[in-house]
Nanobody, 115 residues
Framework: QVQLVESGGGLVQAGGSLRVSCVAS????????MGWFRQAPGKERQFVAR????????YYADSVKGRFTISRDGAKNTIFLQMNYLKPEDTAVYYC????????WGQGTQVTVSA
């Protein structure tokens, strides 16, 4: 079993930056993709970014490309999403995801961007 715990959400003005974190514990996540998804009120959950647990092959949704960066700290079993130049439309609950032979989700962290 895997536990994913997100943190780092909050309120920020448009144009600002925020970093959310996801700490993974439990079984090994080798060969898993670690991803970030987000869900705004009344909308479906959407993909934001993903990276291999090893730290390679980052990939981004077009809506965040050039503004968000996904990374990993292997020593801390932590995945980060650095979000720069935030826009009000980035407001959502951000979820950490581990995708592999099984799929795991964190509980989410709220990110609110004010205009």
């Amino acid at each position: 079993q895997v536990q994913l715990v997100e943190s780092g959400g909050g309120l920020v003005q448009a144009g600002g930056s925020l970093r959310v974190s996801c700490v993974a514990s439990g079984r090994t996540l080798n060969n898993y993709y670690m991803g970030w998804f987000r869900q705004a009120p009344g909308k479906e959950r959407q993909f934001v970014a993903r990276i291999l647990w090893s730290g390679g092959n980052p990939y981004y949704a077009d809506s965040v490309k050039g503004r968000f960066t996904i990374s990993r700290d292997g020593a801390k079993n932590t995945i980060f999403l650095q979000m720069n130049y935030l826009k009000p439309e980035d407001t959502a609950v951000y979820y950490c995801n581990a995708a592999g032979p099984n799929t795991y989700w964190g509980q989410g962290t709220q990110v609110t961007v004010s205009a």
